[in-house]
C-alpha cells in the first residue's frame, strides 16, 4: 500500500529560535509604549485657574491640563461654545469647584463618571451667597451671583483640601505615578500653608474694623480672618451711580470702614470719590482666571503684601510663616 507522506513541519531550531525573540521584543515594546501612553495621556480640563494651577504643580508632566476660558472672562459665568464643551466631553477628567461654580456645569452633557467635585469634602462649610441684582462684568453676560458663595480657595485650608481632591484622583487613575503626586502635591500644601500664615499676619487691625467690598466674593476670606464685611456690586471701571453713591454713605454711617476690596484697580474717579469718605483702596485679585504675568502664588503674595500695607504690618511675609527645609 502506498502511503503519502506530508511535508515536514520540522523547522531550524536557529529559526525558531530567532522568531520567538523577535516576537518578545515587540511585546515589550508594546507593552512599554502603552504604559507611557497611559501616564501621557492623562487629559484633564478644569472650570478655572485656581484648578489648572493645582493640578499642573501636582500632575507635573504626566498630566496634560487645559483652561480654555478666555482672558478677562469671568470663568464662573462664562458659557463655553459647543466646540469647547465637547473638548471637555473628550477629557479623561474634569475638574470641578463646587459650590454652584460656572453653571454652564448643570447644562452641559458631561460623563458624570470623569467630573470631580474638588470641594465635596468641606461642602457643610459651603456659606450662603449674598442677593445681588442683575449684573455685567466683561463679555460674559448679565447675571447675578448664587445661593451659594463660590470663591472656595480664598481660604487657603479649603484650597488645600482641594488640591488633597485632585491628587486622590489622579492617584486613583495612574497609581504608577501616586509616589509622585503625593510629593509635588506635598509641596504645593507647603506653599498655601505659608500663604495662610502670611495672610494671618497681613490683617493687623483690619479683623477689628468693618470694612467693604466691591462684590460678595470674598465671603470664605472674611470668615477665614475674622472680616467684618459688608458688600455693594459694584464694577471697577464704570461709575456706580449717584444712587449708589448715596447707598454707600448710608452704609458707612452705619458701619464707618476706612478700607474697600476690589478685585481689580477701580478708576480714578471712583478712587478720588471714595478718597473723599476716607476710603482707601486695597485690590485683592480673586485669581479665577489665568493671569497676564506671573501664577497663582505670585497674584496671592502681592494679595498679602496689599492686605499688610491696609492692616498697617507692612511686608507681611513673615520669616515666622517659613517651613523648616528637610
Not at 452633557?109 to 451667597?129: E, I, N, Q, W
Not at 467693604?212 to 461709575?239: C, M
Not at 479665577?288 to 497663582?296: F, K, W
Not at 494679595?303 to 504690618?313: D, M, T, Y
Request: charged fraction near 20%; glycine fraction near 8%.
Amino acid at each position: 500500500m502506498n502511503q503519502r507522506v506530508g511535508k515536514s513541519r520540522w523547522q531550524h531550531p536557529r529559526r525558531s529560535s530567532r522568531l520567538l525573540g523577535l516576537l518578545a521584543l515587540v511585546g515589550t515594546a508594546l507593552a512599554t509604549a502603552a504604559s507611557v501612553a497611559s501616564i501621557a495621556e492623562m487629559v484633564v480640563y478644569t472650570v478655572n485657574y485656581p484648578l489648572a494651577y493645582f493640578a499642573g504643580r501636582i500632575g507635573g508632566e504626566s498630566v496634560s491640563v487645559h483652561f480654555p476660558a478666555p482672558e478677562h472672562v469671568d470663568p464662573a459665568f462664562w458659557k463655553p461654545d459647543p466646540e469647547i464643551i465637547a473638548a471637555y466631553q473628550s477629557a479623561d477628567l474634569i475638574l470641578l469647584n463646587g459650590a454652584g461654580y460656572a453653571g454652564w456645569i448643570a447644562q452641559a452633557s458631561l460623563p458624570r463618571r470623569k467630573l470631580v467635585d474638588t470641594s465635596r469634602s468641606f461642602r457643610d462649610a459651603y456659606l450662603p451667597g449674598e442677593e445681588t441684582p442683575v449684573h455685567q462684568h466683561g463679555p460674559a453676560g448679565e447675571h447675578a451671583h448664587g445661593q451659594i458663595a463660590f470663591t472656595t480657595w480664598l481660604d487657603p485650608e479649603q484650597a488645600i483640601a482641594q488640591a488633597r481632591a485632585i491628587e486622590t484622583v489622579f492617584a486613583k487613575r495612574h497609581p504608577q505615578d501616586a509616589s509622585g503626586y503625593s510629593k509635588r502635591a506635598d509641596a504645593l500644601v507647603s506653599d498655601l500653608e505659608r500663604l495662610d500664615c502670611e495672610l494671618a499676619a497681613s490683617v493687623g487691625v483690619l479683623a477689628n474694623e468693618p470694612l467693604l467690598a466691591s462684590h460678595p466674593v470674598y465671603a470664605y476670606l472674611a470668615r477665614r480672618y475674622g472680616f467684618d464685611l459688608r458688600s455693594v456690586t459694584w464694577e471697577p471701571d464704570v461709575d456706580p451711580g449717584e444712587a449708589d453713591w448715596q447707598a454707600l454713605d448710608a452704609l458707612l454711617a452705619e458701619k464707618p470702614a476706612r478700607w474697600m476690596l476690589w478685585e481689580a484697580s477701580p478708576t480714578e474717579t471712583i478712587r478720588q470719590k471714595l478718597e473723599a469718605r476716607a476710603v482707601g483702596v486695597i485690590v485683592f485679585e480673586l485669581a479665577s482666571n489665568r493671569p497676564g504675568q506671573g501664577d497663582y502664588l505670585s497674584i496671592m503674595n502681592a494679595n498679602v503684601l496689599a492686605l499688610g500695607h491696609a492692616g498697617g504690618q507692612g511686608d507681611a511675609r513673615q520669616p515666622s510663616c517659613d517651613r523648616p527645609t528637610s
